[in-house]
């Protein structure tokens, strides 16, 4: 494969496991710092609303450090306002979060609102994608973010609760998880129809730091293998937070075309686990080096990385806004060589 | 060890939270103090709870229901405690700084505190920097832990730093940091006193802190 390829090409062609040059220098998670939004003039919070300046955030990113992809929306609370969660959309530099639950054991509802792709955020995202997918996928995939099941799940009922009702409640459990599924699965599909390339489903609860890996079998798989059964032409991959090395080849049975992973993992490590059965991506760390770092740091993760055999080169979680542009132009710079 | 004080810790290991409050009207029927119950039943067992999380036996949700039982059990004991009588082990207020929801963490840490006999004075999540002072100030803490899962937080550590030390509050009050976006480094360049990597290091971390005082 050629340094001719459009970082779309060889993106996609990483997550197709295909022999290329040099991986992808990519991010999955959250994208955007204050560099890229002053660059293109739009920041947080319009950017969580408005489809048009959502798109031009998106590929801001590759404009101003290089990064071979355009990436939305730029938080996880998407689902969970749409399941009825109170959602503070914060700060130019600081992310949306979940402010109140909507549920208890005893009110989780058995369906999603009616029609649910037409409330909240969901249709400034699905149109988001498709105006990126209009001006930029000739060159840049378009990736869309979205939150995984058991995540949502703890987002309406509160995680502690969820957590605890595995043991005291099981039932409860499954119930919520199985009406966040049905909302993620509507959800991926109308992202797909829309046209993203790559669609990225973040469950940081469902990661080792909450639950074991038998757990993870039994409340987590089922549903994530649900939620992406449907995709239409868009590659599907999982990321989860913490420390996944128990984990990995549990997330590879969800039947994901790749893993974004923590650099709480030794990259080798996962390299030598997964072994050829998914894409690997990640891993470098997103606090350090990457916000507290130097530029040396940042290219020494990446390389480190990229030797190691990873698919794709990112970091290892969502961006904060205040990760510092040189740093991350260290990164793209290290990957592209 | 008298046997139900065994029995608590075991409850409390397994979680069987419905039984915590009949056992503790029990252990105080048969006369034993208060301080006993907690620091030779519910500690014992919290700290079996921390052995098997640190062995990956346990996950959160057994930590969880555990540190339930605990406090089902504290809610029929801390009325009986004697004023005073906990004072030598330390007072602490714990919070998830301004900004940040993410309260699994610090709820665990609180849980083991208490389980090690610890005084706590727990604001909750989200919480501005200001609060934090004028509460450590007023109670007359011990020590301050915060935590934050987020990055864009960690400033908020910083400036507790600064106004403890504005407040001319250190060292006599000790600070100490946790949670997923905070690190050792971080820590030692804001100057806080300690940082834990997780509930079980925050427990020996506050204990050494508050022996050193």
Redesign the interface.
């Given at each position: 494969m050629s340094n001719n390829m459009t970082p779309r090409d060889r993106v996609l062609a990483a997550l197709a496991r295909k022999k290329l040059d040099r991986p992808p220098a990519v991010c999955f998670t959250q994208i955007a710092t204050i560099d890229a939004m002053e660059a293109v003039g739009v920041y947080w919070p319009d950017a969580h609303v408005d489809p048009h300046r959502m798109a031009e955030l998106s590929a801001a990113p590759n404009k101003v450090w290089g990064v071979e992809c355009a990436r939305l929306p730029f938080c996880l609370t998407v689902e969970a306002e749409v399941m009825g969660c109170r959602v503070d959309l914060g700060k130019m530099?600081?992310?949306p979060?979940?402010?109140a639950h909507s549920c208890d054991e005893n009110t989780i509802p058995d369906d999603i609102p009616i029609g649910a792709l037409y409330k909240g955020r969901i249709p400034a995202v699905v149109e988001g994608v498709r105006i990126a997918k209009q001006k930029y996928s000739k060159e840049l995939p378009i990736v869309a973010g979205t939150t995984g099941p058991l995540t949502i799940a703890g987002h309406m009922v509160g995680?502690?609760n969820l957590?605890?009702w595995?043991?005291?409640n099981p039932e409860a459990v499954h119930k919520a998880l199985k009406v966040a599924t049905k909302m993620e699965k509507a959800y991926v599909e109308a992202l797909a129809k829309a046209g993203a390339d790559v669609i990225v489903m973040s469950d940081p609860s469902a990661g080792?730091?909450?639950?074991?890996p038998e757990?993870f079998d039994e409340y987590a798989k089922p549903y994530i293998k649900e939620c992406f059964s449907n995709p239409g032409d868009a590659k599907t991959v999982l990321h989860i937070?913490?420390d996944t090395t128990v984990l990995l080849d549990h997330m590879v049975a969800t039947g994901v075309s790749g893993l974004s992973i923590e650099e709480k993992v030794q990259p080798e490590k996962a390299v030598d686990i997964v072994n050829g059965r998914a894409a690997l991506v990640g891993n470098i760390g997103?606090?350090?080096p990457l916000?507290?770092g130097t530029p040396e740091d940042v290219r020494l993760d990446a390389l480190r990385v990229k030797n190691s055999g990873f698919n794709l080169v990112a970091p290892g979680c969502g961006l904060?806004?205040?990760v510092p542009l040189v740093n991350l132009q260290a990164m793209v710079k290290a990957v592209k060589g | 060890m008298s046997d139900v004080l065994a029995q608590l810790a075991e409850v409390v290991v397994k979680?069987k939270?419905k039984e915590a409050k009949p056992l503790s009207e029990q252990a105080l029927a048969q006369g034993i103090d208060a301080k006993d119950i907690i620091f030779n039943g519910l500690s014992k067992g919290m700290e079996v709870v921390g052995q098997k999380y640190e062995k990956?036996e346990y996950?959160?949700?057994?930590v969880?229901?555990s540190a339930?039982t605990m406090y089902a059990s504290l809610d029929v004991v801390l009325p009986k405690l004697k004023v005073g009588s906990m004072g030598a082990s330390g007072k602490v207020v714990i919070c998830v700084v301004e900004?940040?929801?993410h309260?699994?963490g610090k709820?665990i840490v609180k849980a083991m505190l208490t389980g090690a006999g610890m005084t706590i004075f727990d604001l909750g999540r989200d919480v501005p920097i200001k609060n934090i002072i004028e509460k450590a100030k007023s109670e007359g803490v011990d020590i301050i832990a915060t935590s934050t899962l987020?990055?864009?937080t960690l400033a908020g550590m910083k400036e507790i730093e600064r106004m403890a030390k504005e407040g001319n509050m250190k060292p006599k009050v000790k600070t100490m940091i946790g949670g997923?976006?905070t690190?050792k480094?971080?820590a030692t360049q804001i100057g806080a006193d300690a940082w834990g990597y997780d509930a079980i290091e925050a427990v020996k971390i506050a204990s050494e802190l508050i022996k050193n005082r």
């Open positions: 530099d600081r992310t979060m979940v402010k995680t502690e957590l605890l595995i043991i005291t080792t730091d909450m639950l074991s757990m937070c913490g997103v606090v350090r916000l507290q904060a806004a205040r | 979680g939270i990956k996950y959160l949700p057994q969880l229901l339930q900004g940040d929801v309260d699994i709820n987020m990055t864009p997923g976006a690190s480094e971080f």
